[in-house]
């Protein structure tokens, strides 16, 4: 597709802008240096080593899994409104993180990226679980009435705890409002064989979402499996946001916009929709950030309150078009 070329070369020019811009806007030159001959002495190194390469790469890591969790999801439930947060994936993992904060004290961001990936997947596991009870198994229906259950139940304990104990609170709300700031590489490390294997799984489910976007009935007559198909893009879904949230919190809009503008450059097409989504999630995901940082200099806003802030007013012009809003 054409605008494949397009789409990584803006990748990449967000990419190397990320690792300038910032309160200390740093030269090309010394960026290069920074990594190819790192100076533990020089201060631009260590900003450009030590927090804008992490953040640069947990901002792709991040972004390409929120915008394929947003195409997959929508496949799955032929919903063009559904987000990645759907299946409950993002209240399981804040109502995981406020847990770890209360009941054991824990105040690392390390350590929450794993209480967020385990309450990510539980409820996820819960949702799919709920949505096959029942004639029929886990239909789209299903999934999403199961998805905002779990969801408002989750949010309901969280808002709980959190007034009730004002230290939980304090550290809480760090994580809560979708930021890359202050994330170091061992962060990357925790999260990208997850974002990986979700990455691998859903790209490989594509022919499948194809056949299941002419209905259960078609699909089985050209031999898809139907319910495989469904449980493992629940299970890519929970990897991929899952790991997403736990490493930076709740970033929203990512993975509702991301699929609606790569559908329109590409048609109704699976394959390619999903394969344009890990490119433009990044991409959407890194000028958030630039943004964010650049705005209110020398503080800065937290990547979700940018994407919000740009993203609704995107994804209400795209689903004006209804030619854009059907799958």
Same mark, same amino acid.
């Given at each position: 597709?054409?605008?494949?070329?397009? #789409?990584?070369?803006?990748?990449?020019?967000?990419?190397?802008?990320?690792?300038?811009?910032?309160?200390?806007?740093?030269?090309?030159?010394?960026?290069?240096?920074?990594?190819?001959?790192?100076?533990?002495?020089?201060?631009?190194?260590?900003?450009?080593?030590?927090?804008?390469?992490?953040?640069?790469?947990?901002?792709?890591?991040?972004?390409? /899994?929120?915008?394929?969790?947003? /195409?997959?999801?929508?496949?799955?439930?032929?919903? *063009?409104?559904?987000? !990645?947060?759907?299946?409950?994936?993002?209240?399981? =993992?804040?109502?995981?993180?406020?847990?770890?904060?209360?009941?054991?004290?824990?105040?690392?961001?390390?350590?929450?990226?794993? =209480?967020?990936?385990?309450?990510?997947?539980? #409820?996820?596991? #819960?949702?799919?679980?709920?949505?096959?009870?029942?004639?029929?198994?886990?239909?789209?229906?299903?999934?999403?009435?199961?998805?905002? &259950?779990?969801?408002?139940?989750?949010?309901?304990?969280?808002?709980?705890?959190?007034?009730?104990?004002?230290?939980?609170?304090?550290?809480?709300?760090?994580?809560?409002?979708?930021?890359?700031?202050?994330?170091?590489?061992?962060?990357?490390?925790?999260?990208?064989?997850?974002?990986?294997?979700?990455?691998?799984?859903?790209?490989?489910?594509?022919?499948?979402?194809?056949?299941?976007?002419?209905?259960?009935?078609? &699909?089985?007559?050209?031999?898809? %499996?139907?319910?495989?198909?469904? /449980?493992?893009?629940?299970? /890519?879904?929970?990897?991929?946001?899952?790991?997403?949230?736990?490493?930076?919190?709740?970033?929203?809009?990512?993975?509702?916009?991301?699929?609606?503008?790569?559908?329109?450059?590409?048609?109704?097409?699976?394959?390619?929709?999903?394969?344009?989504?890990?490119?433009?999630? !990044?991409?959407?995901?890194? =000028?958030?950030?630039?943004?964010? %940082?650049?705005?209110?200099? *020398?503080?800065?806003?937290?990547?979700?309150?940018?994407?919000?802030?740009?993203? =609704? *007013?995107?994804?209400?012009?795209?689903?004006?078009?209804?030619?854009?809003?059907?799958?």
């Amino acid at each position: 597709m054409g605008g494949l070329l397009p #789409a990584l070369c803006a990748l990449a020019v967000l990419a190397l802008a990320s690792l300038l811009v910032g309160s200390v806007p740093i030269p090309v030159a010394d960026a290069v240096a920074s990594i190819v001959a790192f100076d533990p002495a020089d201060a631009e190194h260590i900003i450009v080593r030590d927090m804008r390469v992490p953040r640069t790469l947990l901002a792709v890591l991040v972004g390409g /899994a929120l915008g394929l969790a947003g /195409a997959l999801i929508q496949a799955l439930t032929r919903n *063009p409104l559904a987000g !990645p947060g759907i299946l409950g994936v993002n209240a399981g =993992a804040a109502f995981a993180v406020v847990l770890v904060i209360s009941i054991f004290g824990v105040t690392s961001l390390s350590a929450y990226v794993w =209480a967020a990936f385990a309450g990510a997947l539980v #409820a996820a596991a #819960a949702v799919y679980g709920l949505s096959t009870i029942g004639r029929g198994g886990a239909d789209p229906v299903r999934m999403v009435l199961s998805g905002v &259950a779990v969801g408002a139940v989750l949010t309901g304990l969280t808002s709980t705890i959190t007034l009730v104990d004002e230290t939980v609170f304090d550290h809480f709300r760090y994580w809560a409002v979708g930021s890359l700031a202050g994330r170091d590489i061992d962060v990357v490390r925790h999260v990208i064989v997850f974002v990986v294997c979700g990455i691998v799984l859903a790209l490989a489910l594509a022919g499948n979402l194809n056949a299941l976007a002419l209905g259960e009935e078609l &699909a089985t007559a050209q031999g898809a %499996r139907v319910g495989r198909t469904r /449980a493992l893009g629940v299970l /890519a879904v929970t990897a991929l946001c899952g790991s997403a949230t736990a490493a930076v919190g709740p970033i929203g809009f990512v993975g509702l916009v991301v699929p609606h503008i790569a559908r329109w450059i590409c048609g109704p097409d699976q394959r390619w929709i999903l394969t344009y989504s890990l490119l433009l999630g !990044p991409t959407l995901t890194l =000028a958030a950030d630039i943004v964010a %940082r650049t705005i209110v200099v *020398p503080a800065e806003l937290p990547a979700g309150v940018v994407t919000a802030f740009f993203g =609704a *007013p995107v994804l209400i012009a795209l689903v004006r078009r209804t030619k854009l809003s059907q799958l």
